[in-house]
């Protein structure tokens, strides 16, 4: 059996997007919720215990009790004994869930959304239409199991679950004397209403899965449509943000279309040509297709082809174009022939192509050979059925041509964009330039000014030539695009100390990892070779001063063994200002517990018997490592010269700060 459908696609479609939308896809819930399934397998082994009652059910019937119980119970069952597993894990639908998609499962029992079966969650999975729209709906809604395409989900108001409060408000059952008898709560839970519980965690869409909006509460959701048949409320919530409303997002996670009795899976898969589109009805980076639409959305809209004035595009681009024009050409004249190389002249955007041996031509267009295709591709012009090729139809462009030289490296928005919002890029992939925003001047695409691909090709105006490193850009008041109303040279500041003797370009390393914004798990061939080190930098030049602290701080302490050995300073570009520093990367530590206070308080009094007082002593702050030997990080509000009244008060705080079970200090070590 083939675990997921044939990724026939695979160089016209990419199936993951570059922002994290912070569903329960992004809430670790393989960590949070580990599944048994398969680790007690053992045909070899007998159970030796009945479950009971349900032993005296014929297998087909107990098969058909189980497909309709809720997920939540089935696992529970499956905790009974080995027996009680063995039927679970019989139920034909359960098990392609399990096998195809089994963070399905794990959000259902996570949020306990126990308002449906097993033969629904199938069913659902069997479908591949949104519930509201006509689009692939590639995620579910587990309050209810309804499909959903992303467009639905963030706006429509059925998918805007209720929190237990307004719930109580806006149900009324029938019969005023069971309206009167219970309370708003009561009511919901004696009308069964489909309901989860919602994981804490950050949501709603954002550029990385840590700057999503965190909720630290469990909330009990209720499905809205189950709760009031009209929609239309006379006070619809005006709190409603869509895309950045959280309760929208905490019922939510993609999801396979089962096909074939369920032993394949299509994930689905967005166009490569849209990734630069935002028309909702035709061609928008958000829609996804089926692999049986894939085809028809190429027929209908061109093929996706590669921007010819560019040079060093990505070899795939070429492929992927050869491939549909074929397939479409082929559609169109029905015959094709082969003919040697050496028969033909290249066109200029074909020199690239020098592989010796035949080549396919059609036969209206030899000799002149302006349509050609190395052989190896055109194996698979008779197994997509292409749709007649349309030569009036425009070309998908695959690649931006917009400020193709221009990265997006960190940036800083104001949601309400009431106020400046600032941009770090990296142009030519040497030089670092900051940009400022004004209010407005990404005027009604205020939700991808963090989309890297749509801002930089079509939000940002072309990127001035000179040597600049600060710019500014406003909204046109006639034509409403942004545009660059200056651009200067300035002296930002930079970390003074340089005590080290080493210092390191940025640019030089590559990223493995994200702790926060401004700390990285990176590598660089040439320290401590190649292998993981932490690199903290000021992102933006008012984070100048903490750094210099810290650096400052790594100082005091060097060859103490306190803190991580200190590896030298960090550069913007080659030769740029110092705007952090490398550290030595603490591998498989983790944060103290209120165990470890022993270890954590002989930490901090080496620390404070060279006069530095640490500043914050979160739990975060005391890395244990190799058994029991605590390393201390994140210097930033070190101090010297304390008394030793502050340095013992600060010894005091260390106990409460380990038993704390706050997020204060976040998850990740600094």
């Given amino acids: 059996m083939e675990e997921t459908a044939p990724d026939e696609y695979g160089f016209l479609t990419y199936t993951k997007q570059n922002r994290f939308d912070n569903t329960l896809d992004d809430a670790e819930l393989a960590t949070r919720c580990p599944l048994d399934n398969g680790r007690h397998t053992d045909a070899y082994t007998q159970a030796r215990y009945s479950v009971g009652k349900l032993d005296q059910l014929p297998a087909e019937i107990l098969i058909q009790v189980l497909m309709y119980t809720d997920i939540p119970a089935l696992t529970r069952l499956r905790c009974v004994n080995r027996r009680a597993m063995e039927l679970v894990d019989a139920v034909p639908q359960y098990a392609a869930v399990l096998k195809h998609c089994p963070d399905v499962i794990r959000a259902i029992v996570s949020i306990e959304a126990d308002g449906f079966g097993c033969d629904v969650l199938y069913a659902t999975l069997s479908t591949t239409r949104c519930s509201t729209c006509d689009l692939f709906g590639d995620h579910l809604y587990l309050v209810a199991c309804r499909r959903v395409c992303y467009f639905c989900y963030t706006r429509r108001i059925e998918y805007f679950p209720l929190t237990v409060g307004r719930a109580s408000r806006l149900f009324n059952p029938k019969g ?129 082809r590669e921007c010819l004035n560019q040079e060093a595009k990505p070899r795939r681009y070429q492929e992927q174009a050869d491939w549909l024009h074929a397939r479409g050409h082929e559609a169109r004249h029905q015959a094709v022939t082969t003919i040697p190389q050496c028969q033909f002249r290249p066109r200029p955007e074909h020199k690239r192509r020098r592989a010796p041996g035949l080549f396919l031509v059609c036969r209206s267009c030899h000799p002149q050979a302006h349509v050609f295709w190395p052989r190896r591709n055109i194996s698979s012009l008779s197994q997509a059925g292409l749709p007649p090729y349309r030569n009036d139809l425009p070309t998908m462009v695959a690649t931006p041509q917009r400020n193709s030289n221009v990265r997006l490296l960190a940036c800083l928005i104001d949601e309400d964009d009431t106020d400046d919002s600032d941009y770090r890029f990296l142009v030519d992939g040497k030089h670092v330039k900051y940009v400022t925003t004004a209010p407005g001047a990404f005027r009604g695409a205020e939700d991808d000014r963090t989309f890297e691909p749509v801002l930089v090709a079509e939000l940002l105006p072309p990127f001035p030539a000179g040597d600049w490193n600060n710019g500014h850009i406003v909204g046109d008041p006639e034509t409403g695009k942004a545009t660059f109303i200056r651009t200067d040279t300035k002296q930002f500041a930079g970390v003074k100390n340089l005590w080290h003797p080493v210092k390191l370009n940025e640019l030089d390393f590559t990223r493995r990892d994200r702790v926060r914004q401004r ?54 570009g080659a030769s740029g200002r110092v705007v952090g520093f490398v550290a030595e990367w603490v591998e498989g530590a983790r944060a103290a517990g209120p165990g470890d206070l022993d270890g954590c308080e002989k930490a901090l009094r080496r620390l404070h018997e060279l006069g530095v007082k640490l500043g914050d002593v979160n739990k975060h702050n005391f890395l244990v490592r190799d058994g029991r030997d605590v390393v201390l990080v994140d210097f930033e509000m070190a101090r010297r010269g304390c008394s030793v009244a502050e340095l013992n008060e600060e010894m005091s705080a260390l106990k409460g700060s380990l038993e704390d079970k706050s997020f204060r200090g976040g998850k990740e070590p600094l």
Wanted: hydrophobic share 35%; net charge positive.
């Fill in 176 to 304: 005023p004397q069971q309206r009167a008898a219970m309370s708003g709560p009561q009511r919901l839970r004696a009308a069964n209403i489909p309901r989860i519980l919602s994981l804490p965690g950050r949501y709603c869409t954002a550029w990385t899965r840590k700057e999503g909006t965190l909720v630290q509460k469990r909330l009990q959701l209720f499905d809205r449509r189950a709760v009031t048949r009209d929609l239309a409320e006379p006070d619809p919530p005006k709190s409603d943000k869509t895309t950045k409303e959280p309760q929208r997002f905490m019922s939510i996670i993609t999801a396979p279309h089962l096909f074939d009795s369920g032993r394949q899976a299509d994930w689905g898969y967005f166009c490569l040509g849209c990734k630069i589109h935002q028309d909702e009805k035709s061609k928008h980076f958000r829609i996804k297709y089926t692999r049986e639409e894939v085809p028809e959305h190429v027929a209908r809209y061109g093929p996706v």
């Fill in 519 to 572: 700390v990285h798990v990176s590598t660089h061939p040439r320290v401590r070779g190649g292998k993981p080190v932490l690199v903290k930098l000021a992102v933006w030049p008012w984070e100048i001063p903490s750094m210099e602290n810290e650096t400052a701080a790594y100082q005091w302490i060097s060859d103490s063994g306190i803190g991580p050995e200190f590896l030298g300073h960090l550069t913007e």
